[in-house]
């Protein structure tokens, strides 16, 4: 038995590699698998592409050089609840997850 021993070693080992070839996840058979990932990755991308140009424009207003007055007190007024002294504000209670909405009376 002992001068099969590497003979059966080595066969098995071809079978194992054989396997994998096959079934493994780079394997034959998983071309499928890696096609569907590789689109769900590509539609992943371009909305990461599209959030990152709404992102691009949203900074560049945002420099010295180009700062829009009136879009920064808006997003001040949205996002800390900033209001002008002279502004009326009125709070309204909406469904939870919306946040308070106020107008200005001129």
Known sequence: MKPYLPTVLLLLLIAYLGVQALTG?????????????????QSQLTRLNE????????????????????????????VIGFADPRDYVV????????????????
């Not at 209670?93 to 200005?104: D, F």
Request: proline share 2%.
């Open 25 to 41: 996840e780079r394997g034959l058979l998983s071309g499928s698998e890696r096609d569907a990932l590789l689109s769900k990755r």
């Open 51 to 78: 959030q990152r140009q709404d992102l691009e424009v949203r900074v560049r207003y945002l420099r010295t050089e180009s700062l829009s007055r009136d879009l920064l007190e808006e997003r001040a007024r949205a």
């Open 91 to 106: 709070r309204l209670n909406g469904p939870a997850g919306q946040s308070a909405e106020a107008t200005r009376a001129s």
